[in-house]
């Protein structure tokens, strides 16, 4: 079984985002970036499949040679070979093409995408790359199973959960409950250098065009002076409740 995994080179939810160019650009001054954590759900599932049933991983990514210490962490972790787009993932709809090019040239079998990317939270390309391909679609995994070429995914549905069958190929859009926080990896020294020496495919762009571009952005106001009201005041807390908060 083939195993493609789309890798998202995100920012750590820790680091400090400001914006440029009057708010039309994110600034990526002293920004750590990192595996986009839904993916690493789906890459550690995929490392499952290869050590359970002989699988073979690849990682994808669509950016520049700024985001190859990314895919680098993904084949120490265990993938068996990466390949980067050399193109700047303008919006959604251009990445999904572009990984679409690389899904149909490749033959994948299964291909785990995060359910979308903590940056932009668009949650857009596994459904476009199963439109554009025509591919079976399972959005919102919490559990698969792969058995021959029928697959068997769980989906978390609004209260509860879905089950449901279906074969490959398959693009799935994964989250926590692929795996475990508990049973994602951590790169140790030998998978680290192992990394080095496997094949990372540097791929140009399909032409494709960008369908939206981003004018603006703009950060949620800081949070306003915590009121601390007497707990021998209740009319106070009432009246505070009622006409400042409106929550009563």
């Known amino acids: 079984m083939k195993i493609l995994v789309c890798i998202s080179h995100v920012p750590d939810t820790t680091s400090k985002i400001n914006f440029t160019n009057g708010d039309s650009e994110f600034d990526t001054n002293g920004v750590q970036y990192v595996i986009n954590p839904n993916d690493e759900f789906g890459l550690t599932r995929a490392i499952w499949f290869q050590e359970q049933q002989g699988a073979n991983v690849t990682v994808v990514n669509v950016g520049g040679p700024d985001t190859e210490p990314t895919l680098r962490k993904a084949l120490a972790i265990g993938a068996n070979e990466a390949i980067r787009i050399n193109a700047n993932p303008t919006d959604g709809l251009f990445v999904a093409k572009q990984l679409a090019e690389v899904i149909k040239t490749g033959g994948y079998d299964l291909v785990i995408a995060g359910k979308e990317s903590l940056d932009y939270n ?66 140790n020294m030998r998978g680290i250098m192992t990394a080095r020496t496997k094949a990372l495919q540097v791929l140009e762009p399909v032409g494709a065009d960008a369908a939206t571009k981003a004018v603006k952005f703009e950060k949620p106001a800081p949070k306003s002076a915590v009121k601390l009201v007497s707990p021998d005041n209740l009319d106070e807390l009432i009246s505070l409740l009622h006409n400042e908060a409106k929550v009563i």
């Not at 439109?131 to 399972?138: E, H, K, M």
């Open 122 to 187: 668009g949650g857009m390309v596994p459904g476009m790359i199963a439109g554009i391909l025509g591919s079976n679609f399972v959005n919102s995994c919490i559990d698969l199973k792969v058995d021959g070429t029928n697959a068997t995914a769980v989906r978390e549905i609004d209260g509860g959960k879905e089950t449901v069958t279906t074969t490959l190929p398959l693009i799935v859009g994964g989250q926590k409950g692929l795996v475990e926080e508990k049973d994602l990896r951590i790169p």
